[in-house]
């Protein structure tokens, strides 16, 4: 038998285990909400206690919370703030009400232990889940901070490995200037360019997708604590409403600012769907650098090969030697994934109704999901693909020198419709640009030398020596680190 306790609330009574921290509204969210399996992010339960460590401060400054309760509780939070008490948050995070569960867990929770500091026991409360720890505050105002705040905590590592990759990308665009390789459209044989280009392309979208992402951040900064339940500030303080964010910035370390429309804070989550578009944005492109990268190394044999990836993992049960490009493979499926969530996330804004969103929950569940998948993605992209990654030069060079693609460089001299018809006549007969150019009498060999020189026609990459130099350094770095 296992000991319990007897608790209540407005729906009744259940026996909770005796040596529970969490409380009867949370246990009855363990109940009704069987969704997901999951725990709710650690990382939105730290922020959250770190929101109710605040909200204690501003309420003992007014002397609406005695300095002894707020002492328990501030020592609670910091707890949990450190990691502990992890085992009692045991609400699914997608949950129904707003999060009012999971507001009342984290209350619940922090009571409790409070009520231990204090020398009680956990049958009953000496400081109060509602009366004491959510002094103050709303779930309409605690959670959403508490998600805009997570959504900036975890982005930081997801902007660091965005960042390696720009770096690792502008290494190998420096490393490969000098690899001249057929241009594609629409994959048929386009212009000649090099393989550095290529990869300093990739890097400039890499860096866009960073940039878009951190300005979409700029939102989550904006919370509406003080609010209350709909925005009017309902049985908060005028101490407590003007201070509770600068309270908070200080206590969390990050640079807060009170929403100027706390009712259109409360009820609208148009932030989040900005952040999510933000990340969907760059998954996609760098999903599409990842399939550039397995055209480019398919084969070995059959395949354009123009690049190899390091090899990972057997690639097959039963083809002996196949090698698959595994790591862009998987980057692909996050991109999948986020595009899915950020659907979700759509979704779940558009259906909020009047002075509150229901659906904060899923929409924070989706998009933590999103900001940790992709930090892990970019992560093992950079790491185990682009530090290894290698040209095979000569072949990038033979199959430019053989492509059709080359007869571009005619057209000034003897138009586009006579350089076609070299780029016909040389792939219906089977021989190059050069001999079908040369039966026309229409050049001569310096004329052909000259026009048909790669690597006048790829040019250089301005700028580009100067500015990879710099990144060299750091790329080494990066190895080191991995």
Not at 61 to 73: F, M, P, Q, V, W
Not at 215 to 241: H, P, Q, R
Not at 340 to 345: E, F, L, R
Request: proline fraction near 3%; charged fraction near 20%.
């Amino acid at each position: 038998m296992v000991n319990t306790r007897l608790e209540a609330d407005s729906i009744g009574r259940m026996m909770i285990p005796a040596d529970a921290y969490y409380g009867v509204q949370a246990l009855r969210a363990k109940v009704n909400f069987r969704i997901t399996g999951q725990q709710m992010n650690k990382e939105f339960l730290r922020n959250l206690a770190i929101i109710k460590k605040a909200a204690a401060i501003a309420n003992s400054h007014t002397g609406d919370l005695t300095s002894e309760k707020a002492r328990a509780i501030m020592s609670a939070c910091d707890q949990i703030i450190a990691g502990d008490l992890m085992e009692a948050f045991i609400v699914d995070p997608v949950q129904g009400g707003a999060g009012t569960s999971a507001n009342m867990n984290m209350n619940e929770v922090i009571a409790h232990r409070a009520t231990e500091i204090l020398g009680g026991g956990r049958d009953k409360y000496f400081v109060h889940p509602n009366d004491d720890v959510n002094m103050g505050q709303s779930t309409n105002d605690t959670i959403p901070t508490a998600g805009k705040m997570t959504v900036l905590t975890l982005s930081r590592p997801m902007l660091d490995q965005l960042g390696h990759l720009y770096r690792a990308l502008m290494a190998k665009a420096f490393e490969f200037s000098d690899v001249i390789k057929m241009g594609r459209t629409q994959l048929q044989d386009a212009v000649p360019m090099t393989l550095g280009d290529t990869f300093h392309a990739y890097a400039t979208m890499v860096k866009r997708a960073a940039s878009r992402i951190e300005k979409s951040l700029d939102e989550m900064k904006s919370v509406n604590m003080g609010g209350t339940a709909i925005g009017s500030c309902i049985n908060a303080s005028g101490y407590y409403v003007n201070n509770i964010v600068p309270i908070l910035s200080k206590v969390s370390g990050l640079s807060l600012r009170q929403s100027d429309d706390l009712f259109d804070a409360t009820e609208d989550l148009d932030g989040f769907v900005a952040v999510s578009g933000a990340i969907k944005a760059g998954m996609m492109s760098i999903s599409k650098m990842c399939n550039d990268l397995r055209l480019l190394s398919s084969g070995p044999r059959c395949g354009l090969h123009e690049i190899n990836l390091p090899a990972r993992q057997n690639g097959s049960s039963i083809m002996p030697g196949k090698v698959n490009p595994v790591i862009p493979e998987v980057v692909t499926q996050v991109a999948f994934l986020v595009a899915g969530h950020d659907a979700t996330i759509m979704m779940a804004a558009e259906a909020g109704q009047m002075e509150l969103n229901a659906f904060e929950p899923v929409t924070f569940y989706q998009l933590f999901e999103s900001i940790t998948s992709v930090t892990g993605a970019i992560k093992t992209l950079v790491d185990n693909c682009i530090l290894d990654l290698t040209a095979n030069k000569d072949h990038c060079l033979s199959l430019a020198e053989g492509s059709t693609g080359i007869a571009t460089a005619l057209s000034p001299k003897i138009g586009y419709q006579r350089a076609a018809a070299i780029a016909k006549a040389a792939l219906h007969n089977g021989t190059s640009v050069r001999e079908e150019a040369t039966k026309t009498g229409c050049f001569t060999e310096n004329e052909l030398d000259s026009l048909l020189d790669l690597s006048k026609a790829v040019g250089e990459v301005r700028g580009l020596r100067s500015e990879v130099r710099g990144l060299r350094c750091e790329v080494r770095g990066l190895r080191s680190e991995v």
